[in-house]
Structure formats: structure tokens, C-alpha cells
């Protein structure tokens, strides 16, 4: 038992003893601290940024409320005509029995009566619809009706300027809603439709809607169809009760207050700000990704600490001669880890909460629209963070350590440089790593999921890792054949293997996730553009009435297409129908129309397409299973009734079958892009007609001639004809006009056009604009410009570290004549040496982990039902031409920012 104590007593004596002389070391070798500080300090701070916005953003339900009630004391919602029931907070009520919603409009004495003597109310509605017209574009705004002149539905907004609305007339938008409207206070807004304007009178901000809203009057908005829509603010003479809560939900009311409502029924548990835990899946990934980042802070790290070691030689030596042993050396290299990784977890934590801190109202405003709830820090989070950061410190260290612990005492005492020799171990450990790494991504790109793939691709990197050091020593080999500069390059590079190696690591692992995920996104991109398929011809024009229609006579299109030949150069102008049920039901009732496909030109497995690999299989192998269109991915047109005046806008078919579909349609026909629905000449269509309540849909079929439009737009599009549509008892409505255009109209011809037709019919201009406009090159320059900071670090890093390590082979230089250029010319070797050697590496191991995944994604995909596009191999040569050229700049850095005289000092060795 003493014996024990004693090692234990030992081992703290011996840790206190390191991290004093770690704190030391710190102190002397302040530009090594400082480098190893900010490595660690900017991710610690960035995370620790994050984690406290977070937090901060996570309102409790307290919060909520206190958001949403003001100066009140409980929110009313009457959600039933009848008795419901309530958790304490008021949000998943339910009804008792089998009564309906409240309907009708709730008046403030029905609200009052309910309440104690003395109780105030005050009206609001949460979100009303509001669309006004901004330079002849059509804006949405998040509208808010209530009184803010009320002290109590005031209190639940701050008024920033102006005044608040007093009439129906008169609206306070927020700041961002004002930019958005371009006007000032005392402007005039209208709105979409034209039928009514109002005055700006004040700037206001709601504390949980921080984007473009919009508060309006009471007055201004009509009632709500249901008295659910709408809740109420109350001011009680007294705290709420048990009784109050009984009467209230026995009439169908829920309350909302600050605190948990006394007297609620249903118990649920505040998971408001808890956690929800994902899958393991999910949680692998997030840990792997974590890893990988870790890995990427101590191979930037670890070569400050290996430099710290070999400049320490002589006290080292000391400790191991005044009976320091093995484990002493080890210890105290590992403290300088520690302390370094305290200090750089504790500057991150501190500059990353004040960040936060002082940042607030920006994330508020920008990210998360809407104001946050107290000051805290998430001390959960930040414990984790610095452990990480401390972890980080002590893991860039430990190689070092390892490699002070078997320094030569004598050599370190005489100050003699020793290169230990570099075991195969290493070498052999890579290879294994990096074998294993490769066939467990193969075998996850066959079988398993994200999390297996990306196992293997950190341990392929881990190999190749561990097999830098041996690829260094190879290539110095070379080094004879080579001209001065280059070839002490290279042997500098060679005996510090533990400095160089770490740094050539992390230009690798930095390059390689910036190409890797490069491919990944140049690879969706074309992906997206090659299964892009238009609902409607590109450049073509579909003008829709904005306003539903009220009877009003329809402008002929004569006129119709004078205005839009005024503004454009218009091929054709045709109106654009659609079918609607026929009058002779309620005005609810809704009519799908579609044409049948033949039970035997049917695909037989629709209904087991994912029950087994074996019918997928065969799914595929059909060709009834194989669709000739398909889906579109922007605008989509609905049922068509025309006569063939508008098929040139919809399809952009040859004239030729525009001719023939156009016969088929005046006899009374239908037209078709699938040639599976047409037999013998003919059609049959069906309509299901759906009402409100429990009968089941009305189905009305009929057969007429048809004609398949096989050339133009490859959509599945269904043309019916007029007498077509009266045989299925549909009825007709005008939907808008369609405009074959040349060439697409740009923003401002569409709003011109909008401004034209104004006078005429309010109409929303549609445009199918063509293939999506790559925007990936941003992110893909980002990609790069992030690994190439991190390159040209490491390399800077790397190559002040070795002229520090290598003063003294440049002074022999200069004692032997050398030019004072060759000193910029070694540091530019030296540069190029680890960006170029680390990005050559990172690019064949980016590309090689994006062909694993994308294969993995491709042939999940080519086993699934229905068929998905696989991706393509795309080459982000956006990202590889800056990463390819980052070396030559760390290059011309090191020699233009390096001194070119060289020192001479007195050498030992």
C-alpha cells in the first residue's frame, strides 16, 4: 500500500515538476507559443462562437412566451366549440368529445365574460397574408395583425420609429420589410392586386420575427373563417389558476403563460431545449468529421513541438543525467502539450464567448430572424470543446515526446545534432493502414453506409500519414543529383523528419478534403444540369392571372398580345385552359383528370418496387417499367384544354405534329406526350370527383380519338379538347395565356410586361429561364482558397521552422564562400518542398476518396427503384488549378520574405 502510494505521490511530482517547466518554456520561446496558441485558439474559438450562438438561440418555453405575451399575463386560443384538454403549456391541446372547430368570429365581451372582474384583452392574429407590389414585382410578407396602439399587444413588439397604426389604412413594417419596400415613413405601399394602398406610419420589430413583417390594424384585415386563427392577450387581476383553467378549457379555450398553467390534465415533459439524439449513423459521422479535424490540428501542430525538442537537446540531456528517466523526458514534452493546449483552450473559450457575445444581434438578425433568449454560455458544449483542445495540445506532442525519450544524452550535452534512424515499422504500419483504410471505403462503398466509407478514408489517410516520413527519405535520395539548394533541401528535410513529415501531413489532409469534397460538389452540379428537365420550353412565357376570377368579362387576345408584342418578340398568344368540375355540385368539390393506361402496357411491380433486390431487378429488366417522359423540375402545367392554338408554347413541337394534334383536338380529341396511352387510335380519360365528407370519389370515364406529340418537350402532358372535357362533365376556366417566345425575356422585360398588361389583367409573368446556372463555383474557389490558406501556413510554418533549426548550416555556408541569394533560394526549396510534396498528395487521395463515395452513391442508385441518375466524375480543375498554383506561391513567399544574409556563428559539431 505505501509502495503504491509512493508512485503515485512520484508521478504527481513528477507532472508538477514538467508543467512548471513547461510554463517556462512557454515564456521563453514566446514566437513558438504564440504559433502553437493561435493554431489551437482559432478552432476552439470558431466552435465555441457556434456553440454559445446556439445556445443563446434556443429559447426555453418560458422564453417563447414571454415572447409572444408581452406585457400580458396569458394567451387564449378558442379552438373548439366544445370541452378539450391541456398540457401546462398550452401546445398540444385536444377536444373531448366529437365537437367541431370554433367557427365565427369570437367578439372581446364574449372573451371578457369568461374572465375575472377586472381582466383587459387585446386581439391578435399571428400571420395574415400580405403581398404588396414592389417595382413591379410581387413581394410576400409576413403579416401580423394587431392593435399597436394597446398597451398590451404593443408590449409584444418595440417601435422603433414613427408611430403606431391607428387606422385601416395605415401599417408599421419592420426595418428589413421597409429596405425591402424602398420607401420611407410616410410612404405608400400597395398592394399586389392594386385594390387597396397604405401609409407607412412607423418602424417596428417583433422579437420573434426579425424578417420582413408587416403589422396591420385590426381593422384592415377581414375576420378569420375560423376562430382558431386568432388568440388573445389577457391582463388578469390575479395569477392563474386551477379553477380559471378548468372553466377555460371546459369552453374550448387554452391558455399559454410564462410558467406551467396550473390545473392542465396532459403531463408532458419540457424537451424545449434538450438534445434530440440522431441515429448511430448520424452519430458516427459527426464523430468521424470531428476526428478528421482533430487529426488536421495536431499535424499543424506537432512540427512547432518537434523544433521545441530539438532546440531543448541540452536540457533534456541534463534531466536524463540527473537521473531523469524514459518516462521524466516523455512527461516533460507532454506538459508543454498541456500547457499550450490549456492556454489555447482557454483564449479560445474566452474570445469566442465575448465573439458571441458582442456579435449577438448580428446572428440574430441575419441567421436565426429572431431574438435570442438570455446570455448564457452552454457550459456543456464548452467543457467538451476545451477537453478537445486540450487533447489536441498533448496528441501533437506525443510524437515529440516519444522522440525525446530516445535522444543520445552525450550528443545532447555536446550539442550535437543525432538524426535517429527511421524504423520500417512506420513504413509498414502506413502500407497496412493504408491497404486496410482502401478496402474497408471499397467494402462500405458496396454494402454499408456513410459512416464505414468514411472510416476507411481517415484510416487510408492515417497511412499515408505514417508513410510520409519513408516517401521523404526516398525522394532525398535524389538529393545528390540535384544543384546545392535543393539538394540541402532535402536533406534537411530528411534528418527532421518529425518536424517535416507532421507538416507535410497536414497540407495533405487540408488538400485532400478540399478536392474530395470539390468533386463531390463540381459532380452534383452535373448531375442537376444533366437531369434538369423543363416543364415548359425554355424562354417560353406563361402569363397566369394573378386574382381569381369574379365574372368579369375576359380581355380578347388581340389585345391581349398588342401588349405583348410591345414588349417582346412573340411568335404566338393563346390562351391557356384548364378543367374544372362542371357546376352541378358543391363549389368544393375538385376533379382530377387523367388519361388510363392499358392494364397490360402497365408496369406490374409499382406496388413492390422496394420489397426485394430480386423485383427491383426485374422492374428494371421490363420495358413497361421504363417511362418515356419525364418529371419536370421547374414550372408544371396541369390538365390542358385547348384546340391546338397553344401546343406551340407548351411544347415547342415540330409544326408538322402541332398540325396533326391540332386536327385531332377540333374533332373532339385528346392529346398525349406517352405513347402507351394511346390504342388503336384512341384515348380513354378518366375523372375522379372528389367532395367533402365520406363518399368516395365519382369516377366518369370516355374514349376519344388521340395523337401522340412526339417531338418537343419530353413531359408527360395530357391536351384535352372542349367537347372532350364537356363529355366528362368538366367544366372550363380561364387559367392565363401562353407566349412562344425567340429568346428568353430578361428581369426587367418581364416586369415591363407585368406593368403593361397591368391596365388590361392583373397577370404574374412565369418564365422557364433554361438549365440552372451553375453556383458552385463560389463554394468550389472557397474550397480551395481554405486548403490553400492552410497550405501556404503550413509551409511558412515548416520553413521558418527549419531556417530556426538550420542556422547553423547556413553559417558554414557563408564560412565557405556561399552567395547571400542561395539563402532565399534554400527557403524557397524548402517551401516548395512540403506544399508541393503535401499537395501532390492530397490531390491523389481527394480524388481517390470522391471516387470511392460517388461509387458507392452510383451503385446504391443503380439497384433502386425507380431509377435515379447516377453521378457523374467531375474534375474540379477550378480547385486543382489554385491548389497547383498555391505551392508556387508559398514558394516566391519564402524567398522574397527571407533574409538573404547569411550569419556566421561559432559551431561545436
Not at 410612404?187 to 401609409?199: E, F, I, K, M, Q
Given at each position: 500500500m505505501r509502495r503504491g502510494g509512493g508512485r503515485i505521490a512520484g508521478a504527481v511530482g513528477s507532472w508538477r515538476a514538467a508543467l512548471r517547466i513547461a510554463r517556462r518554456e512557454a515564456g521563453r520561446a514566446r514566437r513558438r507559443t504564440a504559433l502553437v496558441l493561435a493554431m489551437i485558439t482559432l478552432p476552439v474559438l470558431a466552435l465555441t462562437f457556434v456553440a454559445v450562438s446556439y445556445d443563446m438561440s434556443a429559447l426555453t418555453r418560458s422564453e417563447r412566451a414571454a415572447q409572444r405575451l408581452g406585457a400580458a399575463d396569458v394567451e387564449l386560443r378558442w379552438i373548439a366549440d366544445g370541452a378539450v384538454t391541456q398540457d401546462p403549456w398550452g401546445e398540444s391541446p385536444h377536444p373531448l368529445g366529437d365537437d367541431p372547430p370554433r367557427s365565427g368570429r369570437v367578439t372581446a365581451e364574449e372573451v371578457v365574460a369568461l374572465l375575472p372582474p377586472g381582466s383587459r384583452v387585446a386581439r391578435v392574429r399571428w400571420w395574415v397574408?400580405?403581398?404588396?407590389?414592389?417595382?413591379?414585382?410581387?413581394?410576400?410578407?409576413?403579416?401580423?395583425?394587431?392593435?399597436?396602439?394597446?398597451?398590451?399587444?404593443?408590449?409584444?413588439?418595440?417601435?422603433?420609429?414613427?408611430?403606431a397604426p391607428t387606422g385601416p389604412d395605415e401599417i408599421a413594417v419592420s426595418p428589413r420589410a421597409l429596405r425591402r419596400l424602398g420607401v420611407e415613413v410616410g410612404?405608400?405601399?400597395?398592394?399586389?392586386?392594386?385594390?387597396?394602398?397604405?401609409?407607412?406610419v412607423g418602424v417596428v420589430e417583433f422579437p420573434d420575427d426579425l424578417t420582413e413583417a408587416v403589422a396591420l390594424h385590426p381593422q384592415a384585415v377581414p375576420p378569420p373563417a375560423s376562430a382558431a386563427e386568432e388568440s388573445w392577450l389577457v391582463d388578469l387581476p390575479g395569477p392563474v389558476d386551477a379553477a380559471l383553467t378548468d372553466r377555460l378549457n371546459a369552453r374550448g379555450i387554452t391558455l399559454t403563460a410564462r410558467t406551467p398553467v396550473p390545473g392542465a390534465t396532459l403531463v408532458e415533459a419540457d424537451l424545449s431545449r434538450t438534445p434530440v439524439a440522431g441515429d448511430a449513423e448520424e452519430t458516427g459521422t459527426v464523430v468521424l468529421v470531428g476526428g478528421l479535424g482533430l487529426l488536421e490540428v495536431v499535424l499543424l501542430v506537432g512540427p512547432a513541438f518537434a523544433v521545441g525538442v530539438r532546440r531543448r537537446r541540452r536540457d533534456l540531456a541534463l534531466v536524463a543525467v540527473a537521473g531523469g528517466d524514459a518516462v521524466h523526458l516523455r512527461r516533460i514534452v507532454l506538459a508543454d502539450g498541456v500547457v499550450l493546449g490549456v492556454g489555447g483552450a482557454a483564449l479560445g473559450l474566452l474570445l469566442g464567448v465575448a465573439a458571441a457575445f458582442a456579435g449577438r444581434p448580428l446572428v440574430e438578425q441575419y441567421l436565426f430572424g429572431a431574438r435570442g433568449g438570455g446570455y448564457r454560455v452552454f457550459p456543456a458544449a464548452l467543457a467538451l470543446i476545451a477537453a478537445v483542445a486540450v487533447l489536441a495540445g498533448v496528441l501533437a506532442a506525443l510524437a515529440p515526446a516519444w522522440a525525446a525519450a530516445r535522444q543520445d544524452v552525450v550528443a545532447g550535452l555536446a550539442g550535437r545534432r543525432t538524426v535517429p534512424p527511421h524504423r520500417r515499422r512506420w513504413l509498414v504500419l502506413g502500407v497496412a493502414l493504408t491497404v486496410l483504410g482502401s478496402a474497408i471505403a471499397a467494402f462500405g462503398a458496396q454494402r454499408a453506409g456513410p459512416t464505414v466509407i468514411l472510416t476507411g478514408l481517415i484510416l487510408g489517410e492515417l497511412g499515408l500519414v505514417f508513410a510520409t516520413p519513408t516517401l521523404i527519405g526516398l525522394l532525398a535520395r535524389a538529393g545528390p543529383a540535384l544543384p546545392p539548394a535543393p539538394r540541402i533541401a532535402l536533406r534537411d528535410a530528411s534528418r527532421n523528419r518529425s518536424s517535416t513529415g507532421p507538416a507535410i501531413s497536414g497540407v495533405m489532409a487540408a488538400v485532400a478534403g478540399s478536392v474530395a469534397l470539390g468533386v463531390y460538389v463540381a459532380s452534383d452540379d452535373a448531375r442537376t444540369r444533366a437531369g434538369w428537365q423543363p416543364g415548359v420550353p425554355p424562354g417560353h412565357v406563361l402569363l397566369l392571372r394573378s386574382a381569381p376570377p369574379d365574372g368579369a368579362a375576359l380581355p380578347p387576345v388581340p389585345a391581349v398580345a398588342d401588349r405583348v408584342r410591345a414588349v417582346l418578340a412573340a411568335d404566338s398568344v393563346a390562351p391557356l385552359d384548364v378543367p374544372i368540375c362542371a357546376a352541378t355540385g358543391p363549389v368544393e368539390d375538385y376533379c382530377a383528370v387523367a388519361a388510363m393506361l392499358p392494364p397490360e402496357r402497365a408496369c406490374p411491380f409499382e406496388a413492390e418496387a422496394f420489397r426485394s433486390a430480386a423485383i427491383r431487378r426485374r422492374a428494371l429488366a421490363d420495358p413497361r417499367c421504363e417511362r418515356p417522359t419525364q418529371s419536370p423540375e421547374g414550372m408544371y402545367l396541369p390538365v390542358v384544354v385547348d384546340d391546338g392554338t397553344a401546343l406551340p408554347a407548351l411544347t415547342d413541337a415540330p409544326p408538322d405534329e402541332v398540325a396533326r394534334a391540332t386536327a385531332v383536338l377540333r374533332a373532339g380529341g385528346a392529346v398525349v406526350t406517352d405513347p402507351r396511352y394511346l390504342v388503336d387510335g384512341t384515348v380513354a380519360l378518366t375523372v375522379d370527383r372528389t367532395t367533402e365528407g365520406p363518399d368516395p370519389p365519382v369516377t366518369t370515364t370516355a374514349t376519344v380519338p388521340g395523337y401522340v406529340l412526339r417531338g418537343g418537350l419530353p413531359v408527360d402532358?395530357?391536351?384535352?379538347?372542349?367537347p372532350a372535357a364537356t363529355r366528362l362533365g368538366l367544366a372550363v376556366e380561364h387559367l392565363g395565356w401562353a407566349v412562344a417566345t425567340d429568346d428568353a425575356p430578361s428581369a426587367a422585360q418581364q416586369r415591363?410586361?407585368?406593368?403593361?398588361?397591368?391596365?388590361?389583367?392583373?397577370?404574374?409573368?412565369?418564365?422557364?429561364?433554361?438549365p440552372p446556372a451553375s453556383d458552385q463555383r463560389p463554394l468550389l474557389l472557397l474550397l480551395a482558397l481554405g486548403s490553400g490558406v492552410i497550405t501556404l501556413g503550413a509551409a511558412g510554418v515548416a520553413t521558418g521552422l527549419a531556417a530556426a533549426e538550420g542556422r547553423r548550416d547556413l553559417?558554414?555556408?557563408?564560412?565557405?564562400?556561399?552567395?547571400?541569394?542561395?539563402?532565399?533560394?534554400?527557403?524557397?526549396?524548402?517551401?516548395?518542398?512540403?506544399?508541393?510534396?503535401?499537395?501532390?498528395?492530397?490531390?491523389?487521395?481527394?480524388?481517390?476518396?470522391?471516387?470511392?463515395?460517388?461509387?458507392?452513391?452510383?451503385?446504391?442508385?443503380?439497384?433502386?427503384?425507380?431509377?435515379?441518375?447516377?453521378?457523374?466524375?467531375?474534375v474540379p480543375w477550378l480547385t486543382l488549378g489554385v491548389l497547383v498554383v498555391v505551392p508556387l506561391v508559398a514558394m516566391l513567399g519564402a524567398g522574397l520574405l527571407t533574409r538573404s544574409r547569411l550569419a556566421v556563428e561559432r559551431r561545436l559539431d
Open positions: 397574408p400580405f403581398e404588396a407590389r414592389v417595382d413591379d414585382d410581387l413581394v410576400a410578407f409576413n403579416g401580423r395583425s394587431l392593435d399597436l396602439a394597446d398597451p398590451l399587444a404593443g408590449s409584444t413588439a418595440r417601435l422603433r420609429a414613427g408611430r410612404g405608400r405601399v400597395t398592394l399586389a392586386d392594386g385594390s387597396r394602398g397604405y401609409t407607412v402532358r395530357l391536351v384535352l379538347s372542349a415591363r410586361l407585368a406593368a403593361e398588361l397591368r391596365s388590361l389583367v392583373p397577370v404574374l409573368v412565369e418564365v422557364e429561364p433554361g553559417s558554414t555556408l557563408a564560412a565557405v564562400g556561399a552567395s547571400p541569394g542561395l539563402r532565399r533560394v534554400l527557403s524557397l526549396c524548402q517551401a516548395g518542398l512540403i506544399a508541393g510534396l503535401g499537395s501532390v498528395l492530397g490531390i491523389v487521395a481527394g480524388l481517390g476518396s470522391a471516387v470511392i463515395i460517388l461509387t458507392s452513391v452510383n451503385r446504391q442508385y443503380a439497384d433502386a427503384w425507380p431509377v435515379e441518375p447516377s453521378y457523374p466524375i467531375v
